[in-house]
């Protein structure tokens, strides 16, 4: 029995709704900061080309500049030195990269606490409530950072101490990486890690166990406010870099809307 005709009329009819967790991007879109003494990624930039004039009378188009991790963003194996002989992002095969989606919403924590830190716990909590994590699907972790992403300085959230952003506790980022059967980890933060991870043993543990075990980071998303906690399908596109660490990407949900 095929189920593409039933899903492409429920997309019609309006019953699977097509949620867009994607930032805009623009020279605006928040980068990460680090600190002086490492290269900093380019913003993203557009250089026109032509805009219906004598350089092109008939067409306008652009080129673009744009780091690898500039706004929504898949990280891929290859970022991290743990997964140095990993998938570059042009490798991830593409069934990878749409799966179920399951949303862990601590936004509250994270709003008194902008240090809050994910733990095993935590996700031990949402699996009694709803059912264990999906199995080649993606942990999407809310934390209401994505209503702060219109603005550097509010997104990345520093002071004389470094940036404060929420993240995923050592302890919880190996167990995502040895026992958890996600191939991913989807955040609203700037990066998969917490703004102070820098400072952690290891330092910035999310990506060094991620990567590490081969599974993928999701950075910049919104709207996760829109997905239920189980049932939505993601769907993310970063562009085939040969070789590339990661790429800008469009991700996507699919919601049953009852
Ligand atoms: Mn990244």
Redesign the pocket.
């Known amino acids: 029995m095929p189920v593409l005709p039933e899903l492409a009329a429920a997309l019609a009819g309006g019953r699977i709704e097509v949620v867009d967790l994607t930032a805009p991007l623009s020279s605006g879109t928040p980068v990460i900061a680090l600190p002086e003494q490492f290269a900093q990624t380019a913003r993203f930039e557009l250089t026109e080309l032509s805009r219906y004039d004598d350089r092109g009378p008939a067409w306008y188009w652009n080129d673009i500049r744009t780091g690898e991790?500039t706004g929504t963003?898949l990280?891929a194996p290859n970022?991290w030195v743990t997964g140095r002989d990993g998938e570059d992002v042009a490798s991830i095969a593409p069934a990878r990269l749409v799966g179920p989606a399951a949303v862990l919403d601590l936004s509250a924590e994270a709003a008194a606490d902008p240090d809050f830190l994910l733990e095993v716990d935590h996700v031990r909590a949402w699996e009694a409530e709803h059912g264990p994590l999906p199995e080649g699907g993606w942990l999407l972790y809310r934390t209401g950072w994505d209503a702060r992403s219109d603005s550097q300085e509010r997104f990345v959230n520093a002071d004389e101490s470094g940036p404060h952003t929420p993240g995923v506790s050592p302890a919880c980022a190996r167990w995502l990486a040895e026992e958890a059967p996600v191939v991913g980890l989807g955040v609203e933060t700037v990066?998969t890690d917490a703004g102070a991870a820098g400072g952690f043993d290891p330092p910035f543990p999310c990506h060094a166990a991620l990567m590490g075990s081969g599974r993928y980071?999701l950075?910049q998303l919104r709207n996760l406010a829109l997905l239920p906690p189980t049932g939505a399908v993601l769907v993310a596109a970063p562009l085939p870099i040969v070789g590339g660490s990661?790429s800008p990407a469009r991700v996507l949900a699919l919601v049953e809307r009852g």
């Open positions: 991790h963003h990280d970022h990066g980071g950075t990661g």
